[in-house]
């Protein structure tokens, strides 16, 4: 772990915040999770500004709906007049010019999960998240879950759950839900974020291989959350995935009780059936007490069907009755650029979907391909996290479009942050894909991709934007484009 940097005498304690301060300032603020605190910050009222190297939906429409300012670009003179304390993303480096400033004028500086524990999160019952894909979205049931329950939850979510309408919740009720991220915490703090969070509930979904930028293999990754693992008390609990090798084994060594979901027949609880019908999913759910349980959802795809099944399971040890869940999981609206549907025009529906790992991929145009059978799906991928920009799943991501009929892949932007050695290559898995039999195509940049969508595209299509990034609008500019094709 590197040591902290020398500008400032920062403790890790979570009580390094000065006192009285009334303007805080946010680096990286256009992360997800940091507009979330962003937007916290000023419900507890705090003067609130920040900066980031871009800023694009649905986090800059939900900042600027909160009238918070953002600065686009890092500059030492964004911290004129100096803030009382700084909150530093993950996404920044040492070598920020920012950082640099913080130094020159020994401004406090803390790190994201520092400003929650110390802002929200203290003498809450923590339940966290944790896992490589599925966070968001079972972070946002669960919430759901307790707020339909009456039970006026906290919670700091990646994303923006569509009941809420923002990534943040300040309540009044013992429950803070929480996304527990296996990134590291900030250039001085290389632990995952996840390691500050103190879990009375876990939840674990699924261990991969991801962030290559920062984690070498496998193993580092799985280390850290075992020892998350070893962190939740004796008199808490661990919902386990029984369907992923990585998470059962690990639970196992769990200090406390653990419950196993899944669809394997060896997870305590489990789906026993599973259908869809009108746009919702109904699974009956076999118990830990083998009673049977009804419930539905408008989620659908096998990933989130499980993701449905961990939230049921937390609301069942919470104590809450099976028709006060049914309710809430029906209700479930589900999350922004989580499959979300767009629009649709001229016959052609857009879906926006956050899937950047070869994982997610598949499953995510698994899923849209079984619920639009009929339809043609046409699955636009952009290659744009640190993971997928670099050639460490090239080949992967040649097996995680088979549920497409047709693919368009753009080449990554940034390319140049990446060792000539490392990079991906969008051509080269277009090239794989047409190897397959797929029709696939290969877009310079978002214009030409442009073109050849609303070239290729007809009535009837479904048209499934996958990305970690924005895609510059791309979906929306697609859509205004069919409306108007001489435009």
């Known amino acids: 772990m590197e040591k902290t940097p020398n500008f400032h005498p920062l403790a890790r304690e979570h009580n390094f915040i000065p006192s009285p301060l009334s303007r805080i300032y946010l680096m990286g603020i256009c992360g997800t999770g940091m507009a979330a605190l962003a937007g916290a910050l000023k419900e507890l009222g705090f003067e609130v500004t920040g900066s980031d190297r871009a800023a694009y939906p649905p986090m800059s429409t939900f900042l600027q709906q909160l009238g918070i300012r953002v600065r686009l670009g890092f500059d030492a003179r964004n911290l004129q007049p100096p803030p009382d304390l700084v909150v530093v993303g993950n996404v920044i480096t040492r070598e920020n010019p920012e950082v640099a400033e913080i130094a020159r004028l020994k401004i406090p500086f803390v790190s994201f999960p520092q400003a929650l524990n110390h802002f929200a999160m203290k003498d809450k019952k923590r339940i966290v998240i944790a896992g490589t894909h599925g966070k968001t979205t079972t972070s946002s049931l669960v919430a759901w879950i307790l707020e339909a329950a009456g039970l006026d939850p906290d919670f700091m979510i990646g994303g923006i759950p569509l009941n809420f309408e923002k990534g943040f919740k300040l309540g009044s009720g013992p429950y803070f839900v929480v996304e527990g991220d296996e990134y590291d915490t900030a250039f001085f703090d290389k ?41 939740v008390p004796e008199n808490g609990h661990i919902i386990a995935n029984w369907d992923d090798p990585l998470v059962r084994d690990l639970a196992r060594s769990a200090p406390c009780s653990v419950h196993y979901y899944g669809n394997d027949k060896n997870a305590q609880w489990r789906i026993e059936k599973a259908s869809r019908n009108d746009r919702i999913s ?206």
């Open 191 to 231: 632990g995952p974020k996840f390691f500050h969070y103190s879990p009375l509930i876990l939840i674990l979904t699924c261990i991969e291989f991801d962030h290559a930028d920062i984690y070498d293999n496998l193993a580092q990754i799985t280390a850290n959350f075992e020892r998350l693992v070893s962190m």
């Open 282 to 487: 109904s699974i009956l759910v076999r118990t830990e007490a083998r009673e049977k349980q009804p419930y539905s959802s408008p989620l659908y795809g096998k990933h989130n069907l499980s993701n449905l099944l961990a939230g049921v399971v937390a609301a069942n040890i919470l104590g809450l009755d099976q028709c006060s869940i049914e309710k809430a999981t029906r209700s479930f609206k589900g999350v922004k650029r989580r499959q979300e549907q767009v629009g649709e025009v001229s016959g052609i529906l857009v879906l926006d979907d956050f899937a950047h790992h070869p994982t997610a991929v598949r499953e995510t145009t698994c899923a849209v391909k079984e619920t639009f059978a009929q339809r043609r799906l046409v699955a636009v991928f952009e290659p744009r996290s640190n993971s997928s920009r670099r050639n460490v799943f090239q080949k992967e991501y040649a097996q995680s479009f088979g549920a497409a009929d047709l693919v368009i892949i753009p080449e990554p932007t940034m390319l140049e942050r990446i060792p000539a050695n490392q990079r991906f290559s969008s051509s080269r898995l277009v090239q794989d894909l047409t190897g397959q039999g797929k029709e696939a195509y290969y877009a310079q940049d978002t214009s030409a991709l442009l073109n050849l969508l609303v070239q290729k595209t007809r009535s009837g299509d479904v048209v499934l934007f996958m990305s970690n990034g924005d895609l510059e609008n791309l979906p929306r500019r697609f859509l205004n484009a069919l409306k108007d094709p001489e435009a």
